[in-house]
């Protein structure tokens, strides 16, 4: 299969902890990476490889796989982290990548 | 710092083909690791991978657009273009080129230009 699957909505209590997950069988195989993007803006890779941050991302951000998911953990959410969030991943072939239908996270 | 732009019509006219340039500053499109990707968003929805070209020109292109997709590069102009045939309203999106980096398996979208929004409409 070649689809990651995402929740299409969550929420979290501000200051609190929050995953957004990613499952696919691709993910057995390879990393997902992880984007924000905020409403009218190109999005923002947070999280790839194994757990690492681009610089400039903050360290609430952070990754974590098993099996066939993938976890995006907000630690600590905060209002500017309200936005949509997506994975990506190499898709079963190894040649072509997919993407996550996306999870819009609210900050209650 | 690297940065991308895209660059083309902003209405296409049904059947006609789409045609974007993403110029790359701040770096040569040539430097290996990198493969040059186009990706859109329809309004409101996620994100769609269209495709993506090495500076060599290997291409992989997203199976369900492959039939319309041509993805080439120019390194001379350190820009490569995305061409799209036989559009129709369904192709109206938010095209963006981003670099996927491959180079220390970082295998991730690091680089997004702003996007264009392109409309299919007579």
């Known amino acids: 299969s070649s689809e990651l699957t995402q929740d299409p909505a969550v929420s979290v209590a501000l200051g609190q902890t929050v995953r957004i997950t990613c499952q696919g069988d691709s993910l057995r195989s390879y990393y997902a990476s992880w984007y924000q993007q905020k409403p009218g803006q190109a999005p923002v890779l947070v999280i790839y490889g194994k757990n690492n941050r681009p610089s400039g991302i903050p360290d609430r951000f952070s990754g974590s796989s098993s099996g066939n998911t993938a976890s995006l953990t907000i630690t600590g959410a905060q209002a500017e982290d309200e936005a949509d969030y997506y994975c990506n991943s190499r898709d079963s072939s190894g040649n072509r990548v997919v993407f996550g239908g996306g999870t819009k996270l609210t900050v209650l | 710092q690297v940065q991308l732009q895209e660059s083309g019509p902003g209405l296409v006219k049904p059947s006609q083909t789409l045609s974007l340039t993403c110029t790359v500053s701040g770096g040569s499109i040539s430097s290996g690791g990198y493969y040059w990707s186009w990706i859109r968003q329809h309004p409101g929805k996620g994100l769609e991978w269209i495709g993506y070209?090495?500076?060599?020109?290997?291409?992989y292109y997203n199976p369900s657009l492959k039939s319309r997709v041509t993805i080439s590069v120019d390194t001379s102009k350190n820009q490569f273009s995305l061409k799209l045939s036989s559009v129709t309203a369904a192709d109206t999106a938010v095209y963006y080129c981003a670099r996927f980096t491959v180079v220390t398996r970082r295998d991730a979208f690091d680089i997004w230009g702003q996007g264009t929004m392109v409309t299919v409409s007579s």
């Open positions: 070209i090495y500076y060599s020109g290997s291409t």
